[in-house]
């Protein structure tokens, strides 16, 4: 009888996947028609972008960028949509205001410089030692944005230097009460009667100055970053104090905690800008001169302070009472563990709200319109007020749109960025 039986000798060779499991075709699958409904929605989803984008490139992609006036878009047959002259018109007035304008070189190198300080906080493969730069950028920019002598926040900055040491020198001595408490009055002395005379005396030795620019000058995005950099700057440290105090066991801590975030809550920013406007100079002695830029980045830094404080909160609650008592557990006081222990987790929970409140704090800066700031929305109405630019509308309100789009965007993709970098779970 025959042997019918067959052992194979060799192994067959690799096939190729199949046309629909590799590529562009399986990410389509997978995405979006993995399902009926799926193929549905992304049918729709097409047909929606399509319409928008067949009736909106038309009107928007116009030749149209050198016109000088309305009249011109509308006695040139080339133009037949969007009159974006008014942009490359009004470029440097929607971005400085009315900022002098053989001094706006300061405002751009003070966007420079912003960057170069705030890298170091951002990414840590940056060297530490250039956090000496972030420390010191705040006084050089505002030296650079408002001028005159350069020696006056100089010396607003060596009050900090003055507490820092004296903390330094006092905590493992007296002990940390004593030595924050005897910094702060220094320095509160010395704010209020040194900076002046000791700047002034400085400065007519060594005289370093720039052109005194004043607030009522300052618009455009160079004043929505000045208000927006400063209130996220100054509401994230506020706000982990408050919500660290809302948790103290301290009762009078806590009250003056809970009361000032929940009146703050509680009144919407608009009301608190007519505030910074008007009514805040009725409790200020007579013939006091209280910069209104000034108050408003108060005001703004005080209510973003108020709903981080409400953020940081949740991520310091969503923690399990163990990383608590193991804090205790290896002999940390209250300071060590939530410097090592309890805020950086509690920190890496709140991003994504944390990041929320920065972007919603960023496009609330148009609501300093209302009091007579020029951002940019508020330029619009001079810009439209204009003969030759009335009756201009939608070019404005998209340029503004699409600069805020690409700094809250900027914003969101470092969040995703640090919450990848921060993942622990797999």
């Known amino acids: 009888m ?111 410089l912003m960057l170069a300080a705030i890298a170091p906080v951002l990414f840590d493969k940056i060297p530490r030692k250039a956090l000496v730069f972030s420390a010191i950028y705040p006084f050089l920019a505002f030296w650079l944005i408002w001028g005159d002598s350069v020696w006056a926040p100089a010396m607003v900055m060596a009050g900090f230097v003055i507490a820092y040491y004296i903390i330094k020198f006092l905590n493992p001595v007296a002990g940390a009460i004593v030595g924050i408490t005897t910094a702060v009055l220094v320095a509160v002395i010395w704010w209020l009667y040194a900076v002046v005379p000791v700047s002034i005396f400085i400065n007519n030795i060594i005289p370093i100055e720039l052109d005194i620019v004043k607030s009522r000058e300052i618009g455009g995005f160079a004043l929505s970053i000045i208000i927006g950099v400063s209130g996220i700057a100054l509401s994230f440290p506020l706000g982990v104090i408050l919500a660290l105090g809302r948790q103290s066991d301290m009762f009078i801590v806590k009250v003056l ?14 009301a608190l800008l007519f505030v910074a406007s008007t009514l805040l100079s009725f409790f200020l002695p007579k013939g006091t001169s209280f910069d209104l830029l000034l108050r408003v980045v108060i005001l703004v830094t005080l209510f973003a302070a108020a709903y981080l404080a409400e953020v940081i909160r949740g991520g310091l609650a969503a923690l399990p009472t163990g990383q608590y008592e193991a804090a205790d557990a290896l002999g940390l006081d209250y300071w060590k563990s939530m410097q090592l222990i309890i805020m950086p987790q509690a920190l890496k929970i709140s991003i994504p709200g944390i990041v929320s409140n920065f972007i919603g704090l960023f496009k609330d800066t148009t609501l300093v319109s209302i009091i007579g700031l020029l951002d940019p929305v508020g330029l619009t109405l001079a810009i439209r007020g204009d003969v030759d630019w009335a009756g201009i509308l939608w070019e404005l309100y998209l340029f503004i749109a699409l600069m805020f789009w690409i700094f809250t965007f ?12 921060l993942k622990t779970s797999h």
């Open 410 to 421: 900027s914003m969101s993709r470092y969040s995703m960025y640090l919450e990848r970098k």
């Open 2 to 112: 025959a042997d019918l039986s067959f052992v194979r000798t060799d192994m067959l060779p690799d096939q190729p996947a199949p046309l629909g499991e590799t590529g562009v075709l399986r990410w389509l699958r997978t995405n979006l028609f993995s399902s009926i409904p799926n193929t549905i929605i992304t049918i729709a989803a097409i047909y929606a972008v399509y319409f928008t984008l067949s009736h909106f490139l038309p009107w928007a992609i116009q030749p149209s960028w050198t016109k000088t006036s309305m009249r011109d878009c509308f006695d040139s047959v080339e133009v037949t949509g969007a009159c974006w002259g008014v942009v490359t018109e009004r470029f440097n007035q929607l971005m400085f205001g009315f900022y002098p304008p053989d001094q706006q070189w300061r405002i751009m190198l003070t966007v420079v």
């Open 257 to 270: 905690c809970v009361g000032f975030i929940e009146f703050i809550r509680g009144v919407p920013l608009i």
